[in-house]
């Protein structure tokens, strides 16, 4: 048992240095102009080591944004009788947090920006956010009147907003604002919309 909680945690580390040396090099060289081979060879691995891990370059990119995305789904399970704006909200400041402290790292829409494949795969996992919450809001609402409207537009309110408002810190760089601006939306639309 405690072998299997090592390695995976050794895999953990290498996912994370293989995505982190990406991202530095297509920061630093551009999206297009990096290949695999030297994101592996940054990462200190073998090319294959590196596509065990990521079977593409939009992979490497979005690794962070897929794995906070199955840590809010694995929070949505184990919520119990917590409201879905809570958890939500939780997420949502826990992720911007760590995106601050990354800084420049955390700004994959920068690299996106340049591959239309890549803001297509981020907007897929905004989508997936939305259905999360969608799913959570409905039995929160249940029974309210127009229960499905509102669950559909507050969902659709929180992740948009959210998005919308990373898209505008992310723009200016001030990564330290990226917290507040978000718990606005949350804020926002708890006391409008579901209050």
């Known amino acids: 048992m405690n072998d299997?909680?090592?390695?995976?945690?050794k895999m953990a580390r290498t996912r994370d240095q293989i995505a982190e040396a990406a991202l530095?090099?297509?920061?630093?060289?551009?999206?297009?102009?990096?290949?695999?081979?030297?994101?592996?060879?940054r990462a200190e691995v073998h090319k294959r080591t590196l596509l065990r891990y990521f079977p593409s370059k939009?992979?490497?990119v979005l690794h962070g944004y897929h794995s906070s995305l199955e840590q809010f789904r694995t929070?949505?399970?184990?919520?119990?009788?917590?409201?879905?704006?809570?958890?939500?909200?939780?997420?949502?400041?826990?992720?911007a947090r760590r995106m601050a402290r990354r800084g420049p790292l955390a700004n994959v829409r920068k690299i996106a920006r340049t591959e239309p494949a890549l803001e297509g795969a981020y907007l897929?996992?905004?989508?997936?956010?939305?259905?999360?919450?969608l799913g959570g809001l409905?039995?929160?609402?249940?029974?309210?009147?127009?229960?499905?409207?509102?669950?559909?537009?507050?969902?659709?309110?929180?992740?948009?907003?959210?998005?919308?408002?990373?898209?505008?810190?992310?723009?200016?760089?001030?990564?330290?604002?990226?917290e507040d601006?978000?718990?606005?939306?949350i804020s926002l639309v708890r006391d409008t919309l579901l209050a």
Request: glycine share 6%.
């Open 4 to 9: 299997v909680g090592l390695r995976a945690r």
């Open 24 to 41: 530095h090099l297509f920061l630093e060289r551009g999206y297009d102009a990096t290949t695999l081979e030297e994101v592996a060879d």
């Open 58 to 60: 939009s992979h490497l």
């Open 75 to 95: 929070q949505m399970e184990a919520r119990g009788d917590t409201p879905t704006v809570e958890v939500w909200q939780a997420h949502v400041e826990s992720s």
């Open 124 to 133: 897929s996992i905004q989508a997936k956010y939305q259905a999360l919450v």
């Open 138 to 178: 409905l039995v929160d609402l249940a029974g309210r009147e127009n229960c499905e409207i509102l669950a559909r537009v507050a969902a659709s309110a929180l992740v948009a907003g959210n998005y919308a408002v990373g898209a505008m810190i992310f723009s200016r760089e001030a990564y330290d604002e990226l």
């Open 181 to 185: 601006a978000e718990v606005q939306v």
